[in-house]
DNA sequence: TTCGGAATAGGAATGGTTACTGATCGGAGA
DNA sequence: TCTCCGATCAGTAACCATTCCTATTCCGAA
């Protein structure tokens, strides 16, 4: 997993026509920080430890504005707050249903997954995503 | 899509210790009705033109406890409430970005996936869902 | 330095879903 | 058929992740 270099946070944010504030470092920091795949609310927590006047509304906004510009990667379980992964290459996360961590799968090939929904549904294709849950485990055993 | 058999109904409330009660009844047939991939919501509203005081609670803790023994399904996608189907089969389903609706996606074979994931992850998988989104045929070219 | 648009803090509002409570139902046993 | 008890229900309040709103602050271009 390569960290994302300055100079392309630079570059992305210039070619968006968003600004890098101090506030949307201070996110992408937190990310770098909690590692795994926090939730915004984990985010907003890490955040506030240096700088306890940010908004938990600011750090929602940073968070999306990040995504769309390729920054961040979010995914969705159900039952669970939407988690954010600054891993923005196409891969597989699964998420304990008892502890709620999350964890990436390495080695399953998307790709051909992706190509046969597009030859199969007239659909324009923006987006898929894959919610995998389970047990992890320690969990397992319990 | 093959309806399911009154006696399948029976055998799996009969299995599941759960009590096959009118409203719940009344929630499977809305969700023949519907026949599409109606929300909670969508149920409700048909339920409630027979019987004005269901309530909606009603309807999500019986769509719970129809999707607990297998009669169906749900798919969740974001900034979209859960979606119902009586197709418990595992299948993709594409919900247009724009209009909302949702349709199956047909001829897309799944189950390598499920097997890549298993061989790959430590966690015990217990589901797997996929949501793909996209613009329908109609939204497409507005 | 000034100005205007973007971003932020703080808090209220939203909306899908769940939890709670007292009333009602329904089926096993007498 | 009648009784009784746990399951289910209606109605409503609460929950919680997320978005929206507004006045204030920030920042970069001129």
């Not at 968070?63 to 159900?78: A, N, P, Q, T, Y």
């Not at 399953?108 to 199969?120: H, T």
């Not at 898929?128 to 319990?142: D, M, N, Q, Y």
Request: net charge negative; aromatic share 4%.
């Amino acid at each position: 997993m390569s960290s994302v270099l300055e100079q392309d946070i630079r570059e992305k944010f210039r070619r968006s026509g968003y600004t890098l504030t101090s506030q949307r470092r201070a996110v992408l920091e937190a990310l770098k920080e909690a590692k795994g795949h926090p939730s915004a609310e984990d985010v907003y927590l890490i955040v506030k430890r240096k700088n306890p006047r940010v908004a938990l509304g600011t750090v929602y906004q940073a968070l999306s504005v990040l995504e769309e510009i390729g920054l961040v990667d979010s995914k969705h379980w159900s039952e669970s707050p939407t988690r954010y992964d600054l891993n923005v290459e196409p891969h597989l996360d699964i998420r304990c249903a008892r502890c709620g961590s999350v964890s990436e799968i390495p080695g399953v090939e998307l790709g051909e997954l992706e190509e046969s929904i597009r030859d199969n549904t007239p659909y324009q294709v923006t987006r898929t995503t894959i919610a995998v849950e389970g047990l992890c485990p320690s969990c397992k055993g319990a």
